[in-house]
Structure formats: structure tokens, C-alpha cells
């Protein structure tokens, strides 16, 4: 990777990507806006609540702006999807603080944990974000005709991306189930190989 395509990819840290998926592909929402009655979803990550270093020395301020700006969206998300590292050093108080925040989104959120979040243990993370289907963190669901598939992967710092067996098997389980023709998402907080 060169230097600009370096910082364009991290000028995106910590704001939101919007996505509208509809019969005839994949948009950005600058584009598509879903106004063609498909679906939207906004995407955000590494909010790093916690962090405190010059280069961005206001991070809840970073994600303030960008709730703000999702809720500004003239037409809302059906979700927003936060793919990780909510806090910087996975403290309850960071936690606390990213709930309430994430709290404020007018379109229900949906929350992975990154490798920040489960520092130590996951405990914390699943404390702030447990869902009732996801009882060890990954899950899949559905929604305007597409199937979304949402894992786990940042466990262990020395195999991050790795997803092991009994996630693997979930993985294979739920989507030897699609329809050939169903379009499919999968969430991850790192790529889905060995870093």
C-alpha cells in the first residue's frame, strides 16, 4: 500500500461508511441514499473510546460527530454496525460511555468487539453489548432480503483473524442454509486471515 491510499484508508477511522444494497448491487449511500427502496446500513469502527494521543485527541468528539451525521441521514439506516475496537483499553467506563453514545443513533445499532475490547477478557464487552442470540459473540441475521453474518475473530492477539473450529462450524451451519441467490455480509473487526 502507497502513502495516499495509506491515508485515505485511515482518514475513515472512527467516522461511518453508509451502504445501500439493493437488486442491482452494492452503492455507497452518497450515491444510492437507498432511495431506490433497498436497503441501507451504515458501517463504523475503531471509535477508541479511551484514546488520547494527538492524533486525534478528541475521540469522543470524533464519534459524536459522526452519530450526529447518521442521524442527520435524510433517510435512516436500517441499522448501523460498529465493527470494533469501541474502547481503547476495554475499561467499563469507556464502555459506558460508548453505549450511551451509541445509544443516541436513531437506527438500532449493532456492536462487534475489536481486539481493544477484549483486553484482559471479554467480559466487559459482552457486559456493555450482549445480545440474546449471540451468546459467545457471533451471529447471523437477516434483513430486506440479505443474510448478514456477523463474527468474532480478535480473541487472541497471536491468531487474530483466525475464527476457530466452533465458530468455522457455525459459519459453514448457517451458510450452507442460503439460497445461492441471497446476497451475504460478513462482519469482522480484522480481515478473515492471519495478521
Known sequence: MNRDDFLKHIAWTGTGIAWSLSASGLFDA??????DGGLSF?????????????ENPDVIGTLQKTIDAIN?????PSFVVHTG???????PEQFDTAKQMLGTLKA??????????????????????RRSDAPKGWFAFDRGGVHFLSLVNVFNFEIDGKLGQEQLDFAEKDLAAQKRS???????????YAL
Open 30 to 35: 452518497q450515491s444510492a441514499r437507498a432511495a
Open 42 to 54: 451504515v458501517q463504523i469502527s475503531d471509535s477508541h473510546i479511551g484514546f488520547a494521543r494527538p
Open 72 to 76: 442527520a441521514m435524510p433517510v435512516q
Open 85 to 91: 475496537d469501541v474502547t481503547h483499553l476495554s475499561k
Open 108 to 129: 438500532p445499532a449493532i456492536v462487534l468487539p475489536g481486539e481493544h475490547d477484549v483486553i484482559g477478557a471479554p467480559d466487559a464487552f459482552f457486559n456493555a453489548f
Open 182 to 192: 441471497t446476497p451475504i455480509v460478513v462482519f469482522a473487526h480484522v480481515p478473515l
